[in-house]
């Protein structure tokens, strides 16, 4: 796992790379917090004064030998984090990463197995490994990467790329299958691609619709037809003849029960697409074809209205007023 550090390690003394990193997450400044109402403090000697910033170093120091005690050598804060409880943590070979947005906090905990947390009692319990934990410079920016953890349930992907707009190809295109396999692991269940389940949709409409008496019977030919639009369109991308393509697919799933045959573009042949790992999320399917067949439907719903505006003819002009005699 990787995110972005606009400070980088907060102490140009802390290490750049940590092996066996023990990692804790703070959900806590380190530092002194101010009083939630307004406070005075009169002092009448300098004396006063010393022991005031002396206490205020102790209160510091504290914080700081609490973290050394619990093992700690990555600190990695979601707030500030004082100079001074910089300076010890630096002096120990513990780096720190401060002001680090909640997201990624929530993320390192995942990959970590550290627990987020607002104390310093008990630091112990809640500390996260990984191998090592490095800061890195990658184009403009200081990169932190937490690398190798035991059992990561969160992972950063880094895309680099010559411009920008390959970046963001790179980067859509990133999304979009992992959001397919989001959407497979949520239905647990997918077709073959290539075509093949609009085939076998479009064949079972066909033998449906012979059974059909009345006019129904060419609406759902016209909708059996209208589902070859997929293979017929990866076979014309592919420079072949949809005319043989769409013959040869039909032949295949006519001798099968449950054929899984499709285009296959690269070769330009008909082929077994679970044996070539083409597979698409059942819930895709399904929707493309209800959006498909809603889109339809509100067309045809359109020129009804248009046609009964036709048929019902124009509308009479007005006759002469009283005022026009």
């Not at 092996?19 to 006063?48: C, F, H, R, V, Y």
């Not at 209160?59 to 910089?86: P, R, T």
């Not at 190809?169 to 290539?194: F, S, T, Y």
């Amino acid at each position: 796992m990787l995110f972005r550090s606009d400070k980088e390690f907060v102490h140009a003394d802390m290490p750049k790379k940590i092996l066996d990193a023990k990692i804790l997450l703070l959900d806590k400044g380190l530092e002194l917090s101010k009083t939630e109402i307004d406070a005075k403090i009169n002092i009448t000697s300098p004396e006063q004064v010393q022991a005031f910033l002396d206490r205020e170093s102790e209160m510091l120091k504290e914080m700081s030998d609490k973290i050394i005690a619990s093992g700690a050598n990555v600190v990695l804060c979601q707030k500030g984090i004082d100079d001074v409880i910089q300076h010890y943590l630096s002096k120990n070979n513990i780096a720190a990463v401060r002001r680090i947005k909640k997201s990624d906090m929530e993320k390192l905990a995942k990959a970590t197995g550290a627990v987020v947390t607002t104390s310093l009692e008990g630091l112990e319990t809640f500390i996260g490994h990984a191998k090592n934990v490095e800061e890195t410079k990658i184009g403009d920016d200081q990169m932190i990467f937490v690398q190798e953890c035991k059992n990561p349930k969160a992972v950063s992907i880094l895309i680099r790329g010559g411009t920008d707009m390959i970046v963001s190809e790179a980067d859509r295109a990133i999304h979009d299958a992992l959001c397919v396999v989001r959407q497979v692991i949520h239905d647990k269940m997918v077709v073959p691609g290539g075509g093949a389940p609009e085939i076998r949709i479009a064949q079972k409409l066909e033998v449906f619709a012979k059974k059909q008496t009345s006019k129904v019977q060419l609406a759902v030919q016209r909708f059996a037809k209208a589902m070859e639009i997929i293979p017929r369109t990866l076979s014309e991308n592919a420079g072949l003849d949809p005319i043989d393509v769409l013959s040869e697919l039909y032949a295949k799933h006519s001798k099968e029960i449950a054929s899984s045959f499709g285009v296959d573009p690269f070769s330009g042949k008909i082929k077994d697409m679970t044996k070539m790992n083409v597979l698409e999320p059942i819930s895709v399917k399904i929707q493309a074809i209800t959006s498909a067949a809603e889109a339809a439907e509100m067309i045809l719903r359109i020129d009804d209205v248009i046609a009964s505006k036709e048929l019902s003819g124009p509308s009479m002009p007005e006759g002469p007023g009283p005022e026009d005699y």
